[in-house]
């Protein structure tokens, strides 16, 4: 299993620009999550999905879209980057039977809004 | 209160002591509570679950007090590949949404 994977790993954007953030997992998770990381700030849920077809807003959902059109895939949309978007990017999914509620997480897209 | 607090750190710490760390939360119907690891620029892995009872994984002990709301993390016998960020997660039911992370204690062991 190749687990919770991410593309790009890292990207550089212009104020304005959009772009999508790519996450997929082959672990059949109906949970899967998008988070952003900054300094002081610990994790941050932004959207996530109970399964195919299902999304919500997280904490800090604003300038951002998500679809989940099937169980593997949950790609992040920024509409109009702005630099306050500048973060790690952590997607992450889990299973809902799980007795832990285990959260495991892709490798992150480090992303720069100039 | 902020939901879930830990102390930044640094904590420096020589290769064989051992170190604790707490970590306190604000909703007391949370339901479950995690530890969990991250290295620079890597993302978190779960460390381990903390049970009502408290439990070990080899050098980590991990015990929960529901009554002050606060759980707390002991590594004895502390090795250079320890050094790491380590994240406090509090459940208080669902899925993602229930859960809220910790900003994290940076611990850096010392040779």
């Known amino acids: 299993n190749a687990g919770v994977t991410q593309t790009p790993k890292f990207q550089v954007l212009k104020t304005g620009q959009s772009m999508t953030l790519q996450c997929a997992q082959d672990?059949?998770?109906?949970?899967m999550s998008w988070y952003r990381q900054d300094p002081g700030m610990g994790l941050r849920l932004i959207h996530y999905s109970v399964g195919a077809g299902i999304t919500d807003q997280g904490e800090v959902p604003n300038g951002y879209n998500v679809s989940r059109s099937t169980t593997e895939d949950f790609p992040l949309r920024l509409l109009s980057a702005a630099p306050s978007q500048t973060s790690v990017y952590f997607c992450?999914?889990?299973?809902?039977?799980?007795?832990?509620?285990?959260?495991?997480f892709g490798p992150g897209t480090r992303l720069t809004v100039l | 209160r902020k939901e879930v607090e830990q102390d930044p750190g640094p904590f420096n710490v020589p290769e064989g002591a051992t170190v604790a760390f707490n970590c306190t939360y604000s909703?007391?119907?949370?339901?479950?509570f995690f530890w969990y690891r991250q290295d620079c620029r890597k993302e978190p892995k779960l460390l381990m679950s903390?049970?009502?009872s408290g439990n070990e994984d080899g050098r980590f002990t991990a015990q929960l007090n529901r009554a002050s709301q606060y759980i707390s993390l002991l590594i004895r016998d502390s090795k250079l590949s320890d050094s790491a960020t380590y994240l406090c997660?509090?459940?208080?039911?669902?899925?993602?949404?229930?859960?809220?992370f910790g900003k994290g204690t940076h611990l850096i062991i010392q040779p």
């Open positions: 909703n007391s119907a949370s339901q479950s």
């Open positions: 997660v509090v459940n208080r039911g669902g899925g993602a949404d229930g859960l809220t």
């Open positions: 992450a999914s889990n299973n809902v039977y799980s007795e832990y509620n285990e959260q495991f």
């Open positions: 903390v049970y009502s």
């Open positions: 672990m059949n998770h109906e949970y």
